[in-house]
């Protein structure tokens, strides 16, 4: 898990570096898409849906924040909290027991907005197969929305912005 993680990291970095910014609407198209998505599969059985609002993560950045002052604290971990401190939104798709009629249509709902260019990560390894998009790269290194499929049995949204050059430097120690 940790190699594909530091993997991410590590096309983050090359993916900020290389892509200009596609635009605020482009986000917002793939926010609106994937959450009507995730509704229309919501009741089917199998999918279990949850969503994390803005409440629960300015919640969780308070104490963060909070956090990051603690002597104890790990400076990797503080890095990681710093990076990713504008998140406003998760929602996570448990669909490893739906049918496979309905996973499928889900993964085909998901590749009719989920662009290939988008595509910054794919990891496979003997157990897992990780595929990792952005919605939206800034000059700055910013990602605007990442999208996570894991196994094609999961998915995780993580809505806000994460700045992959404060990421990266977690790999220059």
Not at 44 to 51: E, P, T
Not at 120 to 144: H, P, Q, R, T
């Amino acid at each position: 898990m940790k190699r594909i993680l530091f993997t991410m990291m590590m096309c983050l970095t090359i993916a900020g570096i290389s892509t200009s910014c596609s635009g605020r609407n482009a986000v917002a198209k793939t926010d609106s898409e994937l959450r009507s998505l995730v509704r229309d599969f919501n009741r089917k059985d199998g999918f279990n849906v949850v969503y994390v609002n803005g409440l629960l993560t300015a919640i969780a950045r308070s104490a963060a924040g909070v956090a990051m002052f603690s002597e104890d604290m790990d400076p990797e971990a503080r890095t990681a909290l710093k990076a990713c401190r504008d998140v406003k939104g998760l929602i996570v798709v448990d669909y490893e027991e739906a049918s496979s009629a309905d996973a499928s249509a889900f993964r085909e709902g998901l590749n009719r907005f989920l662009k290939p260019e988008q595509l910054l990560l794919e990891c496979m390894d003997e157990e897992d197969n990780v595929k990792i998009w952005a919605s939206g790269i800034s000059d700055k290194g910013v990602v605007n929305g990442i999208v996570i499929d894991v196994d094609g049995e999961a998915l995780i949204y993580v809505k806000g912005s994460v700045d992959v050059n404060e990421l990266s430097s977690l790999m220059a120690d």
